[in-house]
């Protein structure tokens, strides 16, 4: 493919990865790409488009979490949609709405979800995120943009597995909302080995296709997230949600005989 199909718009009110965005989903919509079909390599993509690889991966991250491509570690990027006109853009929602409302909200949909996989996923899809668990596990604490990618990649997983796939949408759109607040939780060693921990017990879970042990499990987990969350913004107790599961301290089932 020559390098002048992949130039960008000359629009100039956009930002670049949404530019970036734009180009590729074009090139899906005239047919160059089809589902499954891999991508070229990051640095080859930046060098065609003339972009740096931040903005790049910036771009596909956005696409991503429309479910318009997907990565496979060690792989590269595929084409995972080619009905790029379903995914246009992520629910913006209203500036007033919280880090708080959209961590209850994202609890709400993820147990749903996590109990949905541990009867619907295949062999493949449950394989697929026991390794994802142990990649984010591996990943070094002072590589915070792998950490959230890596997390990212592991809840999406469990998301897709539910195959719901309204579900599926309104979790994508949920991501990016908090993304920010998500990257500097991961303060500590600490953090990431609870984090790396309670993906291990998710996945535990999901391999025995055990739905109440799956979606206690992640309520657990994003329950952790969400007190630290209120913790840090000084939320009231009383308007703090509370859910019966496992207490945070208790020894994670799957470590246990």
Not at 120 to 144: C, N, P, Y
Not at 151 to 158: I, L, M, Q, R, S
């Amino acid at each position: 493919m020559d390098d002048e199909s992949w130039a960008l718009s000359p629009n100039t009110r956009k930002p670049l990865p949404e530019l970036i965005e734009d180009k590729i989903r074009s090139l899906i919509r005239s047919g160059k790409f089809q589902a499954g079909d891999r991508l070229p390599t990051e640095p080859e993509l930046a060098q065609r488009m003339a972009v740096a690889r931040s903005s790049l991966r910036t771009a596909l991250q956005r696409l991503q979490l429309q479910g318009v491509v997907e990565v496979m570690r060690g792989r590269g990027w595929y084409v995972r949609s080619t009905d790029v006109s379903e995914h246009d853009e992520p629910l913006v929602f209203d500036r007033r709405v919280s880090d708080a409302d959209l961590m209850e909200v994202r609890i709400a949909l993820e147990t749903t979800a996590a109990s949905l996989a541990a009867t619907r996923a295949t062999e493949g899809e449950l394989d697929d995120i026991a390794k994802l668990a142990k990649l984010h596990q591996s990943t070094s604490i002072d590589d915070k943009d792998e950490l959230l990618q890596t997390d990212e990649d592991f809840h999406a997983a469990v998301v897709r597995a539910s195959h719901n796939e309204l579900l599926d949408q309104l979790y994508r759109s949920l991501v990016p909302q908090l993304r920010g607040y998500r990257r500097n939780s991961y303060s500590s060693s600490e953090v990431h080995v609870r984090s790396a921990n309670d993906h291990n017990q998710v996945t535990w879970f999901l391999k025995r296709r055990d739905e109440g042990g799956a979606r206690a499990a992640m309520a657990t987990h994003l329950l952790g997230l969400y007190t630290d969350l209120i913790t840090q913004t000084g939320t009231p107790p009383g308007q703090r949600a509370t859910l019966t599961t496992y207490a945070l301290e208790d020894e994670p089932r799957w470590q246990q005989p």
